[in-house]
């Protein structure tokens, strides 16, 4: 929602606090370019000097009552809370006022937006006016106060304004001869790039009416404030020439990650993103430049910025968090040590989270690479202790997975994935054995379990496919399904294969790794549960009795590989209770800070902490990370499992899991993504399966090139990038137009929410990818 129009300048108005003379100071700006008597607009039209067709005024929301915004309201609305503007109703007006106002002007102008109170004052609702008015992003005008303890409350409305990410352009007070707060501040935010002014105070207020107009026009005509006028037509222009370069500098600079350049055929392919909010980036196009059209357009983070996003972008409480942490430790050392964070996150974990009931130690580092790299180590540790391996035997350790999984880009996590995949690197080695994968999707409405040729051989089907006729509630139904005839040819032919390779020659496996539900990177594949679980469960029978050496696991340690489908990703804390079978290691990170910062840990039973717990430092883990607990990733992940944990219980999470009962009967898969739309998708023809859990909807298209190197998708949806100009502002329900920012894994599109996005949003989403694959399939 954030504006930018570059002949059309905009600047809010904040205060330090009340009545610190915004107005009057508003009205010196607009000077500068050339029963409601008292109100602000008012004051403006009579004092701006301007020719009325010159200049326009409006208040949008007017109270007779001179009490907080919010308790005017309130006392406007009878007590009634459904009467009260909301927040979003509130800023969409205004936005639509600016767009409104930015298409009747045909050469330079200028929009001040004045707030009401001090930076915190509340709005209508009672949000306080910085959180409120921040989707809109707008350039900021500071009014110090000049009073007895103004130094403070404008030096706190400043940091406070900063917190949340606003543009300071420009500090204006009065100057006062007595507490002389200005001569503190000039210098003080000079250091920081910021201008101070201070100009006279106005004359006392006349009683005399006409006395007191004149006395007022004579204290203007003293003002000038053109060169703070023309200070923040520079910034202004600045601005845009910063982010007019940014695509060209970007290409010549950057290297980006999991980006082909020679695909990049102009500047018009980079996104040049100039702030985002909730859902929401804002993101900068030059073609509107030259147009009454906002420079900066809305367009949904339809990846949740890499599944990383849990709360939406630029959350306050998380924000506060992180600055809490920072100035109170920074980053301090973590060996043998510790701070309240850490230790805090740790206990969080361990007692009320992923590692409830089955982990008993936490270990930090920085991102799921590393973390699993972390997880790697234990088990092939755990698991040569008790093998009492020595020298070549540890080096040439193998692990069991699936194809098509994925651990992240470091070496080690690498080498725990399939030959094939994509993400690899002139050193890759992949030591192990990886199962190909019975699937799970909706195909024309209908719930399908896909087998691979192996399995489909050892079922003695014809086809690949065990098609049912049963509900995808079905399909999840772990406890209902382990004694079906499917779980029987899972059990049978994982056993047959593991007894193979025990005489193959090839590396002996020491781990089994697993992404429980959805591997994620490997295209969105969604493993019917039931293999996964039966596979465990074969693991460890396969070793009846726990060693002495190494307690409680049995046949393989198993690594439950949680970054992507963890903490509510798949609408569930973690995939263990679902699954019925514990890891012995586990690995969470992405949502685990909300998406504001990196940090990852991983989980370790007892009995793989005890593989490594001597009095020989040699035996220790040996393993860490300048960042290790970093104070402020850990700060800020209490903050986001504390919102988190409340957001589970929310009306739209209740609502949206009924919309999932389609038998009548509570189910233990759902999504944010309504079911009629996903088994609509899977009919269209240029479909070929659809799946939904969470906040994750995957599509798969249509393509004779299926795999990774695919542009399928990307061609197929392209229509949802651009930002449609021909409709109103805001669609039904008060929520912005926007495009839709996506990534692909091939011919596999792929979109996340967070947790807590609007369902309006989701609804708007929906019907745009819906209108773009149904415009493609009658195209065709």
């Known amino acids: 929602m954030s504006l930018l129009f570059k002949h059309f300048r905009i600047h809010q108005i904040f205060g ?80 639509s006022y600016v767009r409104r106002s930015a298409s009747r002007v045909s050469g330079p102008a200028h929009m001040y937006l004045e707030t009401a109170g001090g930076v915190h004052s509340p709005t209508l609702s009672g949000v306080t006016q910085l959180e409120c008015y921040r989707p809109l992003f707008l350039p900021t005008i500071l009014v110090g106060d000049s009073r007895l303890g103004g130094i403070s409350a404008t030096i706190s409305a400043y940091e406070s304004l900063l917190l949340r990410g606003y543009i300071i352009d420009a500090i204006l007070l009065f100057r006062d001869q007595y507490y002389r707060n200005s001569e503190f501040l000039m210098p003080y935010f000079a250091e920081r790039g910021i201008e101070v002014t201070a100009v006279d105070a106005p004359p006392p207020k006349a009683v005399d009416a006409a006395e007191n107009l004149a006395s007022t026009e004579r204290y203007y005509e003293s003002l000038n404030l053109l060169p703070v006028v023309q200070n923040l037509d520079m910034r202004h222009q600045q601005r845009l020439a910063e982010l007019d370069s940014m695509p060209r500098r970007s290409i010549d600079t950057l290297w980006w990650p999991f980006v082909q350049h020679g695909l990049v055929k102009s500047e018009k392919d980079v996104t040049v993103i100039d702030s985002a909010s909730s859902d929401f980036f804002s993101v900068y196009n030059a073609q509107n430049a ?33 600055a809490r942490a920072s100035g109170r430790y920074g980053h301090v050392m973590f060996p043998q ?37 972390v997880a790697l180590k234990m088990a092939l540790r755990a698991f040569s202790v008790r093998e009492q391996l020595e020298g070549t035997e540890r080096k040439a350790l193998g692990v069991l997975g699936i194809k098509g999984s994925y651990h992240g880009d470091t070496i080690g996590a690498m080498d725990a994935c399939a030959e094939e995949g994509v993400f690899t ?18 195909q024309e409405g209908c719930a399908i379990v896909t087998l691979p040729p192996a399995l489909a051989a050892v079922a003695a089907k014809d086809d690949y496919r065990m098609n ?89 340690p198993v690594i439950y590989d949680e970054v992507f489908v963890g903490l509510y990703r798949l609408g569930m804390q973690s995939t263990i209770p679902f699954l019925g079978a514990a ?58 499992l504390k919102l988190i944990e409340k957001e589970v219980r929310s009306e739209p999470w209740a609502t949206a899991k009924a919309r999932w009962d389609l038998d009548g009967t509570p189910s233990v898969m759902w999504s944010l993504w309504d079911p009629r739309f996903v088994r609509a998708l ?26 990774y190197i695919s542009q399928s998708a990307q061609t197929l949806l392209q229509s949802i990038r651009i930002h449609d100009h021909d409709t109103e502002s805001f669609a039904s329900g008060g929520v912005p137009q926007f495009s839709v920012h996506f990534r692909t894994l091939g011919n596999v599109a792929y979109f996340m929410t967070s947790l807590n996005t609007a369902p309006e949003t989701i609804r708007t989403a929906e019907d745009k990818i819906w209108k773009a694959l149904e415009i493609k399939c009658l195209a065709e």
């Open 16 to 95: 330090a606090n009340t009545d610190v003379g915004k107005t009057i100071l508003t009205t010196a700006l607009v000077r500068a370019t050339g029963p409601f008597q008292d109100a602000d607009d008012e004051h403006i039209r009579r004092h701006c000097g301007a020719p009325q067709d010159k200049v326009h005024t409006d208040c949008l929301y007017r109270f007779h009552v001179p009490v907080s915004p919010h308790l005017a309201a309130q006392i406007a609305a009878g007590g009634e809370a459904d009467k009260i503007v909301p927040d979003d109703t509130f800023l969409n007006s205004i936005s």
């Open 290 to 322: 030259g147009r009454s059209v906002s420079s900066l357009e809305a367009q949904f983070d339809g990846s949740a910025s890499w599944w990383t996003q849990a709360l939406g972008h630029a959350h306050p409480a998380l924000t506060l968090a992180a």
């Open 337 to 373: 040590a510790t701070h309240a964070p850490a230790l805090l996150l740790a206990e969080r974990l361990l007692h009320d989270g992923p590692g409830k009931d089955w982990a008993s130690r936490v270990f930090f580092s920085d991102d799921g690479s590393t973390a699993m790299e």
């Open 425 to 442: 690197c002139e050193w890759h080695n992949a030591k192990g054995y990886w199962f190909d994968p019975p699937t799970v999707s909706i």
């Open 468 to 556: 049912t006729t049963n509900s995808m509630s079905w399909v999840y139904d772990l406890t209902g399904r382990l004694d079906s005839p499917l779980a029987q040819v899972y059990r049978e032919y994982i056993s047959h294969t593991l007894d193979g390779l025990e005489h193959s020659g090839g590396p002996r496996l020491a781990a089994l790794v697993l992404e429980p539900l959805v591997m994620g990177s490997g295209g969105m594949i969604f493993v019917d549960p039931l293999f996964q679980r039966i596979l465990v469960d074969v693991v460890r029978e396969r070793d009846p009795a726990p060693s002495k050496l190494t307690g409680d696991w049995r046949g393989l």
């Open 583 to 640: 890891p012995d290691i586990s690995v969470h990170a992405k949502i685990l800070t909300g998406g504001l910062v990196p940090l990852a840990v991983t989980l370790a039973s007892d009995s793989i902490f005890r593989a490594f717990h001597s009095t020989e430092k040699a035996e220790a883990l040996l393993h860490g990370h300048s960042y290790t607990a970093h104070p402020l990733g850990c700060e800020v992940a209490n903050e986001a």
């Open 682 to 707: 899977s009919c269209l023809e240029n479909v070929t399966e659809v799946m939904a859990l969470g906040t994750v909807l995957s599509i798969k298209v249509n393509d004779v090139q299926a795999g």
